[in-house]
């Protein structure tokens, strides 16, 4: 732009000293006067030359410095590769971890419910068992008191058939008394409970006792049942019959 500017200049000077030349020639003088002629003064006028840009010397890469760049990005690519490895890494062991503790969770909750059903079933099991229990011990209460029951028949008319009722006895009168019996079915004691009032009638019952002897049928009975229901035997004797 500053080489235009004085490239203009210049020239403008140049046109005004040809003009201000041709304006002296064409005006009339005296005859006497001489022309005098002007040279016009050229103005050596150029363009002034703008300076050269600075190149921007780049320096030259060298072997090493390529070298090293390429060793610095594939230092970078290797440290990029190693982090997304580590991240994987580190992402793969935190769902193995994730899963075990899942899986473990799972199992746990797998024995738990294996323990609470065990559980259940060993009260179940128990609840039958003792449910099987009592109604064993209310089987065998009941055949006891069955075969009690045959045997304490087979006493009373044991007993029926060996008393002689004294001529005194009356209607309404009642003797019990209590045999003493060892396993044989051997009478070795026996114990008025209550009296008759009537004497005769008192030693007419003790003699039918006596006179039973024993009772043989008894050893056939379980020693269990003997010492529960015919260790000791209550007899109630009265003129209608004789009960147990």
């Given at each position: 732009?500053?080489?235009y500017?004085?490239y203009?200049?210049?020239?403008?000077g140049?046109?005004?000293?040809?003009g201000l030349?041709?304006?002296?020639?064409?005006?009339?003088?005296?005859?006497?006067t001489?022309?005098?002629?002007?040279?016009?003064?050229?103005?050596?006028?150029?363009l002034?030359?703008?300076?050269?840009?600075?190149?921007?010397?780049?320096?030259?890469?060298?072997k090493?410095?390529?070298?090293k760049?390429?060793?610095?990005r594939?230092?970078?690519?290797d440290a990029?590769?190693?982090?997304?490895?580590?991240?994987?890494?580190k992402?793969?062991?935190a769902?193995?971890?994730?899963?075990?503790?899942?899986r473990?969770a799972l199992?746990?909750?797998?024995?738990?419910r294996e323990?609470l059903a065990?559980l259940?079933?060993?009260?179940?099991a128990?609840?039958?068992a003792?449910?099987?229990?009592?109604?064993?011990?209310l089987?065998k209460?009941?055949?006891d008191?069955?075969?009690?029951?045959s045997?304490r028949q087979?006493i009373?008319l044991r007993?029926?058939?060996n008393?002689?009722?004294?001529?005194?006895?009356?209607r309404?009168m009642?003797?019990?008394?209590r045999?003493?019996?060892v396993?044989t079915?051997?009478?070795?004691?026996?114990t008025?409970?209550?009296?008759?009032?009537?004497?005769a009638f008192?030693?007419?019952?003790e003699?039918?006792?006596?006179?039973?002897?024993?009772?043989i049928e008894?050893q056939?009975?379980?020693p269990?049942?003997?010492e529960?229901?015919?260790?000791?035997v209550?007899?109630s004797f009265?003129?209608?019959?004789?009960?147990?």
């Amino acid at each position: 732009m500053k080489n235009y500017l004085s490239y203009g200049v210049g020239a403008i000077g140049s046109i005004c000293i040809h003009g201000l030349v041709l304006s002296v020639l064409l005006i009339p003088g005296d005859g006497d006067t001489q022309a005098i002629v002007i040279q016009p003064q050229y103005i050596n006028s150029k363009l002034v030359e703008l300076a050269p840009k600075k190149k921007v010397v780049v320096p030259k890469k060298t072997k090493s410095d390529a070298a090293k760049k390429k060793r610095e990005r594939q230092r970078r690519l290797d440290a990029a590769k190693a982090k997304a490895n580590a991240d994987a890494q580190k992402k793969k062991k935190a769902d193995l971890d994730r899963k075990e503790k899942e899986r473990l969770a799972l199992e746990q909750d797998r024995l738990e419910r294996e323990r609470l059903a065990e559980l259940q079933r060993q009260k179940l099991a128990a609840e039958f068992a003792q449910t099987l229990a009592e109604e064993q011990l209310l089987l065998k209460a009941q055949e006891d008191e069955v075969a009690a029951n045959s045997y304490r028949q087979l006493i009373s008319l044991r007993l029926s058939e060996n008393w002689s009722r004294p001529p005194s006895a009356r209607r309404g009168m009642e003797t019990l008394i209590r045999l003493q019996l060892v396993p044989t079915g051997r009478v070795v004691g026996v114990t008025v409970l209550k009296s008759s009032g009537d004497s005769a009638f008192d030693r007419s019952v003790e003699q039918a006792a006596f006179k039973a002897a024993q009772f043989i049928e008894l050893q056939q009975m379980s020693p269990s049942l003997f010492e529960k229901k015919f260790r000791q035997v209550d007899v109630s004797f009265s003129p209608q019959d004789l009960r147990l």
